[in-house]
């Protein structure tokens, strides 16, 4: 089955740091990463980070000069690295990519979600 397998979720303290990753469920199948998003209890998911195919990037004003979106592109993978934690960076944080499949070209997919709770 084709996925994105977000990792890298948890507990951690204010002013803390967690770093996300995001891939295919198949180390093979290559990816078009374009962004992460988050959803708190009660709110709407939002945009956090996204990245364009020539690798600019654009972040929420919320998390600018804490979190860094990056990729791999020889491990077909994404990261968010989040520093200065906050709790109300508290949600599940979701991996949005296209995935290229021989029947079908470049396929639009979302990870299932990780948590990050930060306590305060």
């Known amino acids: 089955q084709v996925q994105l397998v977000e990792a890298g979720g948890g507990l951690v303290q204010a002013g803390g740091s967690l770093r996300l990753s995001c891939a295919a469920s198949?180390?093979?199948?290559?990816?078009?990463?374009k962004g992460w998003y988050r959803q708190a209890p009660g709110k709407q998911r939002e945009l956090v980070a996204a990245?364009?195919?020539?690798?600019?990037?654009n972040y929420a004003n919320s998390v600018k000069g804490r979190f860094t979106i990056s990729r791999d592109i020889a491990k077909n993978t994404v990261y968010l690295q989040m520093n200065s934690l906050k709790p109300e960076d508290t949600a599940v944080y979701f991996c949005?990519?296209?995935?290229?499949?021989?029947?079908?070209?470049?396929?639009?997919?979302w990870g299932q979600g990780t948590q990050v709770t930060v306590s305060s």
């Open positions: 990245v364009s195919s020539e690798g600019s990037t």
């Open positions: 949005n990519a296209d995935i290229f499949l021989a029947s079908t070209g470049w396929v639009d997919y």
């Open positions: 198949r180390s093979t199948f290559r990816i078009n990463a």
